[in-house]
């Protein structure tokens, strides 16, 4: 009864469901949920990165009954996961921690947007950008900053357009 | 300033890229890490194939033991089989081999065992509760355990009488095999023979499986160097 009032929460939830296997009792709804959600966040030993309570093979109902039994037994989800990962490493986890050295793992993607982004501005800052690209200064700084900005060069004053065109005219 | 700053960051970024590219080159992306060498190998109590008795790694205690998870339908299994049969019988009085049937059935094993020797004592592992505590990751796989039940090493893939040999000698731990392993590196080391150089897997599984089978390091030394004159002559144009 309860596997059923079990499987009747988790498809309610959308997150599908692994039952026990043949001999393994049942847990309560509660219990049956946390085992779920657990076998999502561990990767099947035999598969390709597939987790343990979306995987058909024996090995990860092996592996999901090893959580059900753990849950069983009152273990915390960090004693579960530290079981798994004793034995596969973080490997086994689908999601990586967030400490040590995948802290750069986390971080690099944000820190690396933000380097872009500065050689951008530096870029534009150097070449003179027009200055709806150019980021907007407040009025007061604006102010100030006027007299000692660069004027923008109109094309005539351009040695470079100067010298294309002395050339075309020859 | 503004060039100095950027060649800066495009150097970091680029050594954070080289850091990252050299930690994961030389890996294998889907091979499964084992964390469970140098640990003490996780108790079972499980099932005798012939028998019905149930064996608990307690019963081994003090004295070294291979582990060998396989299946019928697994064709590595099937070809490492006649080298763990020789294996258990030539390590008879010194290792226990012990096989646990993975993802089978009682009678496919029975009927694949009748046909093609039982030397070691088989394990039923029905729900493959051993399997998951061993971290196993697909069959074959061989686990070595010492005496003192710490786990030396597993081998995931199909053995052969070298590799078989090496492994058992690590785990007899005995002063004189060790002794005469040594010896024998330390006069390839010399030696420096193109087929036998030093440090090398291969070298090592050639020297300690010779070693376990009682060869002292002069023996082991001359072998090789008739080995290498061989190899020599065979690539010669």
């Keep these: ?170 | 300033m503004n060039r100095a700053i950027g060649v800066g960051i495009a150097l970091a970024a680029t050594g954070l890229i080289l850091f990252v590219m050299a930690k994961a080159f030389g890996t294998d992306p889907h091979a499964v890490p084992f964390m469970l060498d140098g640990k003490p190998a996780p108790a079972f109590r499980i099932k005798r194939l012939d028998n019905g008795e149930f064996v608990s790694l307690s019963d081994y205690a003090g004295r070294p033991l291979v582990i060998n998870f396989w299946a019928t339908w697994c064709g590595p299994c099937k070809q490492e089989h006649p080298v763990l049969e020789a294996g258990a019988k030539r390590f008879a009085d010194r290792v226990a081999f012990l096989g646990i049937v993975f993802e089978d059935t009682e009678e496919n094993t029975k009927q694949f065992l009748a046909q093609h020797g039982w030397s070691l004592t088989q394990l039923f592992d029905p729900k493959s509760t051993v399997a998951v505590d061993y971290a196993v990751a697909g069959v074959p796989e061989t686990y070595f355990v010492t005496k003192q039940g710490v786990i030396r090493g597993k081998y995931a893939a199909p053995l052969d009488d070298y590799t078989l040999n090496a492994r058992v000698s690590e785990i007899l731990e005995d002063p004189a095999i060790e002794a005469q392993v040594k010896g024998a590196l330390d006069g390839l080391t010399q030696a420096k023979l193109a087929s036998f150089p030093v440090p090398a897997d291969n070298t090592t599984i050639f020297v300690r499986a010779l070693a376990v089978g009682g060869q002292t390091a002069e023996q082991i030394l001359a072998m090789a160097k008739q080995s290498d004159e061989l190899q020599q002559k065979v690539k010669q144009p």
Excluded at chain 1, 92 to 119: C, D, K, Q, R, S
């Design chain 1, 1 to 170: 009864m309860s596997t059923v009032l079990a499987l009747g929460l988790v498809m309610v939830l959308g997150q599908g469901y692994a039952p026990p296997r043949e001999g393994q009792a049942p847990l309560d709804t509660e219990r049956e949920a946390r085992v779920q959600r657990l076998g999502k966040q561990l990767r099947c030993a035999v598969c390709q990165g597939v987790a343990i309570s979306d995987s058909p093979a024996s090995m990860a109902r092996a592996q999901l009954d090893k959580v059900r039994e753990l849950v069983a037994e009152n273990k915390s989800d960090q004693e579960i996961l530290d079981y798994f990962v004793a034995r596969y490493g973080e490997w086994v986890l689908l999601e990586p921690t967030t400490g040590g050295l995948n802290t750069v793992l986390w971080t690099a993607p944000v820190g690396l947007l933000a380097v872009g982004l500065l050689l951008i501005w530096l870029q534009s800052k150097k070449r003179g950008l027009p200055s709806e690209l150019a980021p907007a200064p407040s009025a007061p700084d604006a102010a100030k900053a006027a007299p000692a900005a660069p004027a923008p060069q109109s094309p005539d004053e351009d040695p470079y357009l100067a010298q294309v065109r002395a050339d075309l005219e020859k």
